[in-house]
């Protein structure tokens, strides 16, 4: 089985100041091809979705430096773990050889899961409207805004090592692009993160392959 994250670094050891981090987010699900609110609901890849996480190890294995020990590291969520592992058989490497850690998790949409966006754009009307203009800041009922979400997201990525690959979500790679790129936050919150590439990122700079 995957191992749950505990941090094994003592007093005496100190993060990597700038490490560079291979993020995937998950492959597809129905419920991201349907357009529906997903959050915390644990749905699983799709046909495609799968696809996309061989794709991305497949791209992995041509960007990792030959030899690498990098540790991998993945949202405890089954859509999240099973792109890691279909990505670590792309590699070659044992399926189950990866941390999960529960900093990763998607934000909540709250009382929006499990409804499509035509829904939502029916049934709350001024909500979705108010979203479009302050991505960064809104909050669905009962839910997580980005905002929210910042401070275990960057105290996750202050508790790296060194460079690492990461499998995790939309929202999640949304906040640590603000977190490590000088970039405006209603840009961050409205950034649609694709599911067949690789964001190769680190403070300062990212590339998508």
């Known amino acids: 089985m995957h191992q749950i994250f505990q941090s094994s670094r003592t007093n005496d050891q100190k993060p990597m100041a700038n490490p560079v981090i291979y993020y995937v987010r998950h492959g597809q699900t129905d419920w991201n091809a349907e357009l529906r609110f997903q959050g915390r609901r644990d749905i699983p890849l799709n046909s495609k979705g799968q696809q996309q996480a061989d794709h991305n190890g497949e791209t992995l294995a041509k960007l990792l430096p030959e030899g690498h020990s990098l540790p991998f590291i993945s949202s405890p969520m089954k859509r999240t773990r099973e792109t890691m592992e279909r990505i670590r058989t792309k590699l070659g490497l044992p399926d189950d050889g990866y941390k999960t850690d529960d900093r990763l998790i998607e934000a909540t949409y ?58 995790a979500h939309g929202v999640v790679g949304r906040v640590l ?33």
């Not at 479009?132 to 009922?141: G, S, T, V």
């Open 110 to 167: 709250g009382d929006w899961e499990g409804k499509t966006l035509p829904e939502v754009k029916l049934e709350f009307p001024d909500l979705h409207r108010l979203r479009k203009q302050i991505r960064w800041d809104f909050c669905p009922p009962n839910g997580e805004s980005c905002a929210m979400i910042l401070g275990r997201i960057a105290e996750w990525y202050e508790s790296l090592e060194g460079d690492a690959v990461v499998v």
């Open 177 to 209: 692009r603000y977190h490590l790129l000088d970039m405006d936050k209603q840009e961050a919150g409205g950034f649609v993160f694709p599911q067949d590439k690789i964001c190769v990122i680190q403070k300062g700079s990212e590339e998508f392959v």
